[in-house]
């Protein structure tokens, strides 16, 4: 069992929830606020060296613009009344680019890969919709997929090695994949997977997807390939995971680990389960208690280039610094080698070539289904640690 110490905490609003934690490398680590501001923090001290007010709501996501941590200064965040991307190396006012829908709708979700944008809406009306900029001209998107989903767009994700493949997560209990090549929405839409309001998805392997309900369950899907589309194979369904993985929520996903929490009736433990080809090191996990007093942690970063320090972030308003002693985690910079491009929706791609993992299945799962039809509307209750 590994063991930890406090290196460094840091208070950036005691009213303030601090939401979300990304990396740019050259910079510091940037931390965004539920009262519109992101704070850069020094990567040794934990100490903001810099705030940019990005507005005067609750930044709903935050991600690096083309997922450039290493060299990146831009990163975008999604907020009640537009995106708005930002650049470090601007003093003052560092907005560059503000963008906007026609419904005025709240954006709740983002993700950027291969010189992409795409945002995802609130319900407005009976369609929520996601929007996909080209990075190098923000006037008006290039692509608009206003009629898959039917409830807030939680999630979206790129496919890291191809860039033809879109993926996002509704609270209407739809995980779609989108075949970018195709010109029609309907025929964009290459894959329905029904499961439950999403928290979060995303890519676990080039054709393994995995999801994540806002009533703790979590499945793991596999990618159809065009010949398959009109039936689902076997997912890995591991249900609801607070009894299992002695948590009250997830807190996400992560390459090489999953984060958990308790509440404050269970003293607050933030949990790191070791993740790897599906499987799950429950008994190699690090226990924090009380990581962030009574207040749910909301984001986590280990970083690949030093695996023995970990960030958590919280609705105290505080991001920690951890020292992780006899660290037994892998972190590796993505679930997998995403430098080589690939057709991943290729009938006749070689599986091995593609790293996909092998493994025998045997935790309880779902039978094959037809394929949802991609108008019918699901309700589900939310889970509370969320503000949207």
């Known amino acids: ?38 704070n850069l923090l020094d990567w040794n001290t934990g100490n903001c060296i810099r705030t940019v007010k990005a507005g005067n709501t609750s930044i709903n996501r935050m991600r690096v613009l083309d997922s450039d941590y290493d060299n990146g200064s831009v990163f975008s965040v999604a907020m009640n009344d537009a995106v708005k991307v930002l650049d470090l190396r601007v003093q003052g006012n560092s907005i560059v680019a503000e963008l906007n829908n026609e419904k005025k709708t709240p954006f709740l979700s983002l993700d950027s890969r291969h010189g992409m944008l795409a945002c995802g809406t609130e319900l407005s009306g009976v369609d929520a919709e996601i929007h996909i900029y080209d990075i190098r001209n923000f006037d008006k998107p ?120 308790k509440s404050e009736e269970n003293n607050g433990n933030l949990k790191i389960i070791p993740f790897h080809n599906e499987l799950l090191n429950i008994n190699d996990s690090i226990s924090i208690p ?43 910079p993505g679930f997998w080698d995403y430098s080589t491009q690939i057709n991943v929706l290729d009938d006749n791609i070689d599986e091995q070539n593609i790293e996909q993992s092998t493994r025998n299945i045997s935790e309880p799962s779902i039978e094959k289904e037809k394929k949802k039809s991609k108008h019918k509307k699901s309700k589900h209750s939310k889970r509370r640690y969320k503000p949207y």
Request: glycine share 6%.
């Open 290 to 332: 009380n990581a962030h007093g009574d207040e749910v942690v909301r984001d986590v970063f280990i970083s690949p280039k030093s695996q023995n320090i970990m960030y958590s972030c919280g609705e105290d308003g505080s991001v920690k610094t951890w020292k992780i002693e006899n660290n037994s985690l892998q972190v590796p």
């Open 142 to 261: 290039v692509r608009m997929l206003v009629d898959s989903h039917h409830d807030d767009v939680t999630d979206i994700k790129f496919h890291p090695s191809d860039p033809n493949v879109l993926l996002s997560g509704s609270t209407d209990g739809y995980t779609n994949v989108y075949d970018l090549t195709q010109v029609e929405e309907e025929d964009a839409l290459h894959q329905v997977i029904n499961y439950e309001s999403v928290h979060s998805c995303g890519w676990l392997s080039p054709k393994r997807i995995y999801t994540l309900s806002h009533m703790e369950t979590f499945a793991i899907h596999e990618l159809n390939n065009k010949s398959d589309e009109l039936t689902e194979p076997k997912p890995l369904d591991f249900g609801d995971i607070r009894g299992t993985w002695d948590c009250d929520y997830v807190v996400d996903v992560y390459p090489g680990y999953i984060a958990v929490g």
């Open 1 to 38: 069992m590994s063991s930890y110490s406090l290196l460094h905490s840091n208070s950036l609003g005691r009213t303030d929830w601090c939401l979300e934690l990304q990396p740019l490398y050259r910079h510091g680590l940037l931390s965004s606020l539920s009262n519109g501001d992101v």
